[in-house]
């Protein structure tokens, strides 16, 4: 084991979180450090590059890419965005990794960066106010503050299949990709129809022999809309539009320049709601999602009219009736909306194609894997040459009880949380001092565009960090009473709406077997949000204890 090297402030992980993190910690002039498990910044775009630029349409391509679109998918900082211009409305994990090379050109960001560091374990030592953290090859940092930048979606995750050691044929997950694999010619399988598994469906189903795609629900996906964007045009956004784009995301439940309709369904005649549909339709993204009626996802009666909206509009793509009632079922798989709808340009097309196959694995499992392929448990063997899983993350709370976090009890984390999790603010935990997180438990998350989430908690935590050391307080911790207080908000806001009527869903942790069903993510919006995190602030902090440096 190596001496300690001490610092202020470390931060586990080097996405937009922990490079935001990084360089304003900087700027109070604290001595910080980042410990990132990659080889490179750009943290979940380190590891989602699925698959391979073989594919275009109108020169577009399907592969990794986000669904927020670019102005709002950066940092707000105008030394950067005044001179960065991403091509595509909504970039590829290429672009945003040039955009990570783009920040490190500008502030020298690697130099504060530990790479191929997986943490291992973080423990507080209450005599000395300190955490201990130590990597997996042994060495050892120590700093008065931890600042975990894992991100939602770090962990991936594969379900236990019986044969899969058998299977003699390429495996790969989604989020370990590598650099280069040719699909020509052969016989792919992917289990999984979530926003991964759609990506890679579109891009792959043109180059291989035969695709076989194994879906438990259906994706009530939305058109992407993707565009080019020309140099001129984004010039004029960023003299006219771009500081107010910036102002307006912390203004809106999801972060981005528009927002959820206050009307209820019932408010509005049924010209209305279609016209309304409509507009949201043809702008594509996420629009009809997080921009349309608030009450969708309180009242059962106006979702299943969003439903029956989106029904209409895909079955219309797709010619066979027996497609049809798989895809896009008569009868809803969930709430619509419920679940983070993904973003998509020829997806249900894909299945008309001769060399598509989608089975349907609540009626026929998936038994076992075997050395040629997969069989289901009608007896059918698909014979594969790449099994593909698309079977997402233990989102949410993975990375951060992946570490062996130990407090001021000595219980880690994960021991806390098994049966569910509490936290305060959706920022900090009970027993565990000058902790904090972004992006995780209890905070927008997923609901939310991610840089505008991670810009508004990061700068409290900084706020946090720069009053204590101003006011000589050592350490903060959330008080027990508030952070059930607040986790019981959190739940009564998730039990309130539809979101509980979804199985298998990350929102819930349900998509993980034996993971507490909850909700998982502050439901009530960003400005809901940064108004209870402000509030706490003002009054000094209320519902932390502070204590004062000796």
Known sequence: MSEPHDYDVL????????????????????????????????GTWLWNRYPGAEFFIHRLQFGARVDSPSPFYQFSDPELWQDWTYTEKYPDWR?????????????DVKRDVVFHSRVASAHWNDLVDRWTVTTEDGRVFRAQFLSLCTGIGSKHHIPIFKGIDTFQGDVYHSA????????????????????????????????????TVFQRTPNLALPIRQQSISAEA????????????????GQTFSGFDYDIDPKSVPDTTPEERLLAFE??????????????YADLFMNQEANDEAYAFWREKVRERIPDPELQEKLAPMQAPHPWGVRRPSL???????????????????????????????????????????????????????????????????????????????????LASATYPNMFWIYGPQSPAGLSNGPSSIEMTSEWIINCINYLKQNKFSSIVPIEEAQLAYSEHVDQLGAAALWFKAKNSWYMGSNIEGKKVQMLQFPGGLPAYAKLCNDSATDSYDGFHLKCSI
């Open 279 to 292: 507009e949201k339709w043809e702008k594509g993204g996420l629009h009809f999602w997080v921009g349309s």
């Open 344 to 426: 998509e340009q020829r997806y249900f097309e894909v299945y008309s194609q001769p060399n598509v196959t989608l089975v349907d694995v609540n009626k026929a499992a998936i038994e076992e894997i075997v050395p040629n392929g997969l069989r289901t448990s009608d007896g059918t063997v698909h014979e594969l040459d790449i099994l593909v899983f698309a079977t997402g993350f233990d989102m949410i709370t993975g990375g951060i009880t992946s570490i062996d976090i130990r407090g001021q009890d000595g219980l880690s984390i994960k021991e806390k949380w098994a049966n569910g999790v509490k936290s305060y603010l959706g």
């Open 176 to 211: 370990r990709w590598p650099e280069k694999y040719d699909f020509k010619d052969k016989r792919a399988g992917i289990i999984g129809t979530g926003a991964t598994a759609i990506q890679i469906i579109q891009e792959i189903a043109p180059h291989v022999a035969h695709l």
């Open 95 to 107: 672009e945003i990794q040039a955009y990570f090379r783009y920040v490190n050109d500008k502030f």
């Open 11 to 42: 931060i586990v992980g080097a996405g937009f979180a922990g490079v935001h993190q990084l360089l304003n910690i900087r700027k109070l002039g604290l001595t910080v450090k980042v410990l990132e498990i990659g080889e490179d910044l750009a």
């Open 234 to 249: 984004e010039e004029k956004l960023k003299k006219d539009l771009y500081p107010v784009f910036f102002r307006r995301r």
